[in-house]
Structure formats: C-alpha cells, structure tokens
C-alpha cells in the first residue's frame, strides 16, 4: 500500500473520528450549561466509558506506531476502530441530542477553525501520531473554543437580557411572582397558573426556563401588554443566582417551595443552599409578599431580614397561616380541607403526593392575595392539570406508569415511593439514582434504597455503578436479591418491562439521568 493511500485513510479515519468526538463533547458542554467546571466533571468521570475508549484506542495505536512499526497493522485497527465508534454512535439513542441554537452554531465555527490549526501545525508529525491528537484534541477543544467564544456570548446575552430588563421595568401594570425552591418550582408554576388563569391573564416560565437567559428568552417573545400576571420560576445552583434573578425580574411576591439538598456540587454545604434560596423573600420590596412552606426545617427555622408580609403554609405546622387537615390519598387523586377566615373549604384534587397538597396551599394563597373568590379557587384545583414528568399517571404501550421522572430528589423521591403504595397489584420502581447530591450522594441513595425496600416488589436500577448504593440500601433492608436487576441504560430497563412485566402492575420511573451523567 502506498504511504499516499495510507496517508489518505488515516485522514478519512480520524477526521470521521474527530466529527464524532466533537459533537459528542460539544453535546455534553451544552448539557453542562456551556460550564467548563461542569463539562471538566464529566470528561474526567471515571464513569465516562466514550472518553475512555477513546484514550484506551490512542494508547494502543501509539503502542503499535513506536514498537512494532507496521502501518498496516495500525491502519487496520484504525479502520476497525472508527468503524465500531460511529456505528455505535449511529445506534445510540440520546435522552437529549444536541440543540443547533445560534450560539452552538457559533462554537461550532470555532471548534472548525481550531481543528484546521492543530492540523496544520501538526502536519509535520507522522499521519497516525497526528490523527491520534485529533481524537484527544476533539474533547480537549472545548476548553480554547469556550474561553474564545465566552466574550462574543456575554455581549450578546447582555443586549437581550437589558431588553428583557427595560420590558420588565416599562410594564407597570404587570404583577410578578417569583418562585424558587430545591424542588417542587416547577410543579408549583403551574399550579398557581392553573389556578388563578380563569381571573388573570398569565405567562409563566415555560419548561424550566429558570435561568437569566431562559427568562429573557420568556420576557422577549411571550410577554405582550395583554398579560396581568408573570409567573417565573427561579433556579440556582450556586451562590448568587437568586440574587442576580431577583434584581432581573423584581417580583412583588416571592415563593419559597423547599429547600434541601440539591446541587451541593456547586453549593459546597447546606448554608449556602439555605442563604441562596431565602433571598427570594429578602429581596422583595417592603409592600410585597413572601409564601414560605413551613413543614420545610430550613425554611421554618430561618430568621427572615425582610419586614414584609410573610404568608405561610404546611401540612404538619400547624402554626402556619393555610393548613391542610382531613387528608385522604386515593389512587385517583387527593382530598383535603383548608380553614380560611374561620370558615372551612374542602378541596379535591387529581394530583398525587403529599408535596403536591403543600404546593396547592401555596397556590390558594396567591390566589386569595390576587382578589380571586374561594368558590372559584376550589373549582379550579379541583381541575388542576397533571404536571409532565411530576407524578403523572399515565398508560404507555397498555402499562401503567407514575413518570416521575423529572429531576429526583430526596424529599420527593420518598413521597413518589409513598404514592406507589396505594397502587394495586405488582409495584416496580424504575431509578437510576440521584445526582448532583456532592459527597452525601452515596448517601442519600442508600438511604432511597432503604426506603424502597417495603414500598416495592421490583426493582429495576439504570447503572450498575450510578445505583450501588441504592442496591446496598435495599439488601441491607431485607429486599430479596433476586427481585433486583440491573440494566445498563434506559432502553435496556424498557424492553425488559414490556416483554416481562404485566399490564396490571404498576411502575414508577423515578428519575431520569441527562445524557451527561450517562455516557
């Protein structure tokens, strides 16, 4: 073969390669919200098989180059190799793929530009030493193309966010409510929405656009003069995110769901967590409102620094302003009784969970807040729509499933294992296990295993590494071995459900891991 050919295949090889690598790494920099901090955690995970594989494959190519010499030999191995990577790649399916927003498109024009200057500077070296740099390089590049494209997006995120800003400030009428909690935000959204939407004319932060560019992208192309009410939701996952969203918007009413431990990752410790949220409230202008849910130990034992109006709601508090009394949880919905003003309202509803009763309280309090008659309030939580991914009930395929699926969480975690008891016939839980949790997450997911240990009949754990402590959690409790199986992905969980399970048992999906914490 001539080293023309050869120089020719290895070109075909790796530049195949580094297409497959870049857009592997540009996906999970994206996943990683354009972090490098984030995007660093997951190319250095040791769970990261793709980066692995790819390091494993150069160690050996450069092995055989130096050692044995034989082009031939190499370019086999090559060729095989990129053969496998892409179809694999051809065959995976993503729980979400890469977005081609304006802002990928630009780093991709970036990452091009490098790659044509590592090969050109590169040229001089040896085909195979050169194409086994592009692959390493093609993970490796993020990093250069991030810090060059940092300046051009700051500016860009800055215009739109000041026109977001000014929208905000020049629409006096326009009341704002700002929601923040470790969980239950989204839930609670939609919630007051569904609630107060028959009175008011309402936006609210669609899917979990909680952050500043999500809620410029709300402010800019969905608020029109026609909206009453704008209802966000406030993410964080460091300290000073509630206070950068708080000086954005500037919401007359602010509600805090829960706090717990979510994002200790980047929290570092419980203070900062409890500190961070509560800004939601000492924030809020003197002749605003804050919701607070008293059942929460942070939030009931935290001194607020703000004199304006708190009004609180609980379950178990009974010293809270709303509480909820005569609970009575079915398989079809729940059913409670709040006393307002020495009168007493019952109220029915077709959402699951303890938590979603708290979220509900909140709801009402806005709603009495906003002029809105109790005999409209019942009505409307009694039509209050099931929340996507949040304890929703649902038949898919002839199979009953609870998809709670969106973003676990130690408290709501529990309460989903609690609803599955209600359920009849055979109960299965479907996890993949809690992330995000710092060092207490082996912790916290033996502690869900234990928990799961009489509230299942099944469990199907998604990572055999991701759910070790889930799965020592349960064998520690008593749970038999032989009723936990382990598959390696999602799609691997569901073909064993419809062909094994039956239709009359029902199943939980508790979490559902982003394709960073997968690869």
Same mark, same amino acid.
């Given at each position: ?17 580094? +297409? ?9 920099? *994206? ?14 995970? =040791?769970?990261?098989?793709? +980066?692995?594989?790819? !390091? ?5 190519? !450069? ?21 496998? #990577? ?8 993503? @729980? =979400? ?20 200057? +590592? ?23 993020? %990093? ?6 940092? &300046? ?13 800003? *000014? ?8 009341? =704002? ?23 008011? %004319? ?16 709300? @402010? ?8 009453? #009410? ?20 500037? &919401? ?11 994002? !200790? ?10 500190? $961070? ?33 708190? #009004? ?15 609970? @009575? ?11 307002? $003003?020495?009168?007493? %309202? ?31 309030? #019942? ?39 609690? @609803? ?30 234990? %928990? ?41 969980? +569901? ?14 999906? $508790?979490?559902?891991? &982003? ?5």
């Amino acid at each position: 073969m001539s080293d023309f050919l050869i120089v020719l295949l290895y070109l075909a090889v790796y530049l195949s390669l580094s +297409f497959v690598y870049c857009k592997l790494a540009l996906q999970m920099f *994206q996943q990683n919200r354009y972090e490098l901090y984030r995007y660093s955690k997951w190319l250095f995970n =040791k769970r990261n098989i793709a +980066f692995s594989y790819a !390091l494993i494959y150069c160690i050996v190519i !450069l092995t055989i180059g130096t050692i044995f010499k034989n082009r031939i030999v190499t370019m086999f191995l090559s060729v095989a190799f990129a053969i496998f #990577v892409i179809y694999k790649e051809d065959r995976k399916v993503y @729980v =979400k793929d890469l977005v081609l927003t304006a802002r990928v498109k630009r780093q991709i024009v970036v990452l091009v530009i490098l790659m044509i200057i +590592f090969i050109l500077l590169g040229r001089i070296l040896p085909a195979d030493i050169l194409g086994v740099l592009c692959i390493i390089m093609s993970y490796l590049m993020i %990093y250069p193309m991030a810090l060059i494209t940092y &300046p051009i997006e700051e500016v860009i995120k800055k215009r739109y966010e000041n026109e977001a800003r *000014q929208i905000l400030e020049d629409d006096k009428d326009l009341l =704002k409510i700002g929601i923040t909690g470790s969980y239950g935000k989204t839930s609670t959204k939609n919630i007051i929405n569904d609630i107060i939407a028959d009175e008011k %004319y309402t936006l609210i932060t669609p899917a979990s656009y909680n952050t500043p560019m999500g809620i410029t992208r709300t @402010v800019r192309e969905m608020l029109k003069p026609i909206h009453e #009410v704008f209802v966000c939701e406030m993410g964080a996952d460091k300290v000073g995110d509630i206070t950068y969203l708080m000086d954005f918007v500037k &919401p007359k009413y602010g509600v805090v769901t829960s706090i717990g431990p979510q994002h !200790l990752n980047t929290f570092r410790n419980m203070d900062n967590i409890i500190r $961070e949220k509560m800004m939601e409230i000492e924030k809020l202008p003197q002749d605003g409102v804050g919701f607070i849910n008293l059942d929460n130990e942070y939030i009931a034992s935290y001194k607020i620094r703000n004199n304006c109006r708190i #009004v609180s709601v609980a379950i178990e508090n009974k010293e809270a302003d709303l509480v909820a009394e005569n609970i @009575v949880f079915t398989k079809d919905g729940s059913k409670f009784s709040v006393k307002i $003003e020495g009168k007493t %309202y019952k109220f029915t509803t077709s959402l699951l969970g303890k938590h979603n009763i708290t979220n509900i309280l909140i709801g009402i309090a806005i709603a009495r807040e906003l002029g809105i008659d109790m005999k409209n309030i #019942v009505k409307n939580v009694k039509n209050i729509t099931q929340v996507e991914h949040r304890l929703e009930v649902k038949k898919i395929n002839g199979f009953t499933f609870i998809d709670d699926a969106f973003n676990s969480n130690p408290v709501g975690s529990k309460m989903a294992l609690d @609803v599955l008891t209600m359920m009849p016939s055979r109960r299965v839980v479907v996890t993949p296990g809690m992330i995000d949790l710092g060092a207490k997450e082996d912790e916290i997911n033996k502690s869900f295993g234990a %928990y799961m240990a009489d509230k299942a009949d099944l469990v199907i754990l998604v990572g055999e590494k991701q759910t070790a402590a889930i799965r020592q959690g349960l064998i520690e409790e008593g749970f038999p071995e032989e009723e936990i199986i382990v598959f390696k992905n999602v799609r691997e969980a +569901f073909g064993y459900i419809y062909q094994n399970l039956s239709p009359k048992d029902t199943i939980l999906l $508790e979490n559902d891991l &982003p394709d960073a914490f997968n690869v």
